[in-house]
């Protein structure tokens, strides 16, 4: 199972970016796939998450900023950023887990997101 997270990078308060999740090796209909980041010195936090019929949920301090999103057919899941703030800085991973079960079985390698006041 691979989930390869892309898309980070530095980018000025206020801007934009998109982060991508290319999963392979699991069947993608069955999982539920989520965003998570970690800050520095900062404990991991769910971000969002959206299933299979595309209905999404988000961290509610992050609702209105970020937009989840998948792409069933390239086995894709998505993170639109907007606004971005100082404090969104992290590192973001996205993650698999199966419709069933409330733990995620399957983590990416995370990329860097870094904001600039």
């Known amino acids: 199972v691979q989930l390869q997270a892309s898309g980070g990078g530095l980018v000025q308060a206020g801007g934009s970016l998109r982060l991508s999740c290319a999963s392979s090796?699991?069947?993608?209909?069955?999982?539920?796939m989520g965003w998570f980041r970690q800050a520095p010195g900062k404990e991991r936090e769910f971000v969002a998450a959206?299933?299979?019929?595309?209905?999404?949920t988000y961290a509610a301090s992050l609702k209105g900023r970020f937009a989840v999103s998948r792409d069933n057919a390239k086995n894709a899941v998505y993170l639109q950023m907007n606004s971005l703030k100082f404090e969104d800085t992290a590192v973001y991973y996205c993650?698999?887990?199966?419709?069933?079960?409330?733990?995620?079985?399957?983590w990416g390698r995370g990329t860097q997101v870094t904001v600039s006041s």
């Open positions: 993650a698999a887990r199966l419709l069933t079960t409330s733990k995620y079985n399957f």
């Open positions: 959206v299933g299979w019929s595309g209905s999404p």
């Open positions: 090796g699991i069947t993608f209909s069955d999982y539920v």
